[in-house]
């Protein structure tokens, strides 16, 4: 059997529930996410940062759906997880820890500066130190930027090559277009830190049973799936109109999960409305707001043909799959057959860039991963 | 010289801002748009069926950028406008009118069915009459789905090709995922009328100054631009998701001025979140959402260059270019610029698809547009 090998620029881990109630001191660790379920399972009340309230619990279908996509064990176990990878063919992985969900709801800085340190230093023990092969994104506080520029100075000193950020940052706080972020797009160049932004994650409102459901009714879920690329793609617009990414042309940014071939798309309706709207542009950039775009922000997707053709006809370089190692938007099950249908009748060129050239060039310490086996020899040979 | 025909998915006209009043009984009359402004310039005063509200006049800059938009002269008269086609090498388009932009805010089914009627009559006496170049949008309530689908076959009787309808209905009605508006695609689809959906049409709070302003500070002028293509595809996606053109494959959806690479791309992201996520889909679809997207749905783009990749390496047959004139977006000044850069170097048949083809397809009853012109024989023979 032949088997391509190919690097993950979107991949989860799940960190035990009390991973911050364990590690915060007790004064902090009273004020971490606490949830009591009513006797009957209808509501639960939960308590966090001082606030309280109460709020319904999912549906057994939702809890379900949560429950499918944490199914293989790897997604907890870092050593477990290598068997996967190895049998899908992924080698190197972007890993987005999942308790960054709570971040966009903390009101006390230093309680989320600690539960962020938290999560790192956790991090480092149980998913950095059992394999150069993974890339853990570090988590930091984005209530303050000076927060966000310490936690990512130090994570770097740690070792980390890529800090998570959420593709708004917390609603308290201004947004990625702002100068207000130059500090931490600075700390970032110069610590070669890419800036790894996952699709779907907007500030939520936790009072909310569902806080992920834009739609409800016929095309729901297929809607809900589809909406959640807008919120990565606002964040890369921000990025470029709001001229971080010119001021600072050594950053980089991932955009995860997100599919590929909406990169050349919006890079050609940013450089239409710079262009006709010129009188109203601020601030002018150095350049062409595509040209940061398409050089600047990296794209991972997991099965979109189109982004095959993204790289091919448009002349976007930085495409990336990616798998979504476990999650069920991904291919853990069906990697090698994703594969094998992107890259059937594509150059060895192109399949190579998609699967790790552009990983090797975001995270060059991640050791290159094994050759593409050949295709066995057929049984006899073919005469005719 | 040579010159490069083509039709236009997308144009503007420019109706008297009395049309409505003119036409419409008393009674009715009345119950229009009227707005006093404060002697000071500051704030005006709208009164609009039986609501009246005082909101912030938009600021001088605001001012000149609509103005500079409707400067050309073909916006409001359509004798004249065929000059500046003939000049800009535009042939056929499809045009959309401007006083829609109230159309979200009505309360009185009436007073809006009698303001949607006025508006067809006055562009069938205005426009229609003058060319059989110009397919003009009717303009349909979607307050209530019978009073669009009367006005649609009306419409259809009259001899208009197409329905104008916003990237979301009236904000009391259903949203189009829902079958509700079954009885308006049956009406649709019976009367080939294309559903032309233009990007930017969501509902408004017209108590605002700027409803179109989503983004301030740096970059708000290249982002509140970029942002309305999302409206546009969710309007695509809904109609896919919903099962609208699953169970009408005769009905035609143009989406304008949003560009065109977003389909393959939203294609793509619906089939992966149809197949990964099938548990929680519903209804189910007989075909593949990406197939009914990239075959019932098509786009008009002014600038984009992937837009032409899209159709030959992605196999998005249905992009069509639109001049957006005489908008500040299009290519109003530039049309022959802007098709001589998009097709340098592209074969004839990808030129004619997108100049011509696609819009022959759809709007079979206008006339071809003139051939193009060959270059000039050069001066001298080149013997080099």
């Known amino acids: 059997m032949s088997k391509i090998w190919t690097n993950s620029g979107d991949s989860h881990f799940l960190e035990p529930d009390d991973l911050w109630e364990a590690r915060l001191p007790k004064r902090l660790a009273e004020l971490t996410p606490k949830s009591e379920k009513d006797p009957d399972g209808e509501y639960e009340t939960v308590r966090f940062d001082g606030q309280t309230f109460r709020r319904k619990l999912p549906t057994s279908a939702a809890v379900k759906f949560v429950e499918d996509s944490r199914k293989a064990e790897g997604i907890r176990d870092a050593r477990l997880r290598l068997g996967d990878l190895d049998a899908e063919g992924v080698w190197g992985e972007v ?5 960054g969900m709570w971040s966009s709801s903390f009101r006390t800085p230093e309680l989320l500066r600690a539960c962020m340190r938290a999560s790192n230093e956790w991090a480092l023990e149980e998913i950095v130190a059992v394999s150069d092969r993974y890339v853990v994104t570090a988590q930091v506080s984005t209530l303050q930027v000076e927060d966000a520029v310490s936690e990512l100075e130090w994570a770097a000193a740690q070792g980390f090559q890529a800090v998570s950020l959420p593709t708004r940052p917390h609603k308290s706080a201004p947004d990625w277009n702002t100068a207000d972020w130059d500090p931490l797009w600075q700390a970032a160049e110069r610590a070669s830190m890419v800036l790894a932004i996952h699709s779907g994650t907007d500030p939520i409102d936790l009072t909310s049973a569902s806080p992920n459901i834009a739609y ?53 309706r940013m450089r239409e409305g710079y262009r006709q709207h010129h009188m109203a542009v601020r601030p002018k950039l150095t350049r062409d707001p595509k040209d940061i775009l398409m050089t600047q922000v990296y794209a991972s997707f997991q099965h979109d043909e189109s982004a095959v053709a993204a790289y091919e006809a448009m002349g976007y370089r930085n495409v990336m799959f990616g798998s979504d190692y476990p999650h ?27 699967t790790r050239g552009v990983f090797e060039e975001l995270f060059p310490r991640v050791p290159p991963a094994p050759e593409d086996t050949a295709p066995e020899a057929p049984a006899f040979e073919d005469r005719s």
Chains 1, 2 share one sequence.
């Not at 069920?328 to 998609?354: A, N, P, Y």
Request: aromatic share 8%; no cysteine; glycine share 14%.
């Open 216 to 268: 409800r009714g016929p095309g729901g879920a297929v809607m809900n799936y589809t909406e959640t690329t807008f919120s990565g793609q606002r964040a890369a617009m921000k990025l470029v109109a709001g001229g971080a990414l010119d001021r600072h042309p050594g950053l980089k940014v991932l955009i995860s999960e997100n599919g590929a071939t909406w990169i050349p798309f919006l890079g050609d």
């Open 328 to 354: 069920m938007e991904g291919t853990f099950g069906h990697t090698q057959d994703t594969l094998k249908e992107l890259f059937d009748g594509v150059s060895d060129e192109t399949r190579r860039r998609i």
């Open 95 to 99: 890993i987005f820890p999942s308790l």
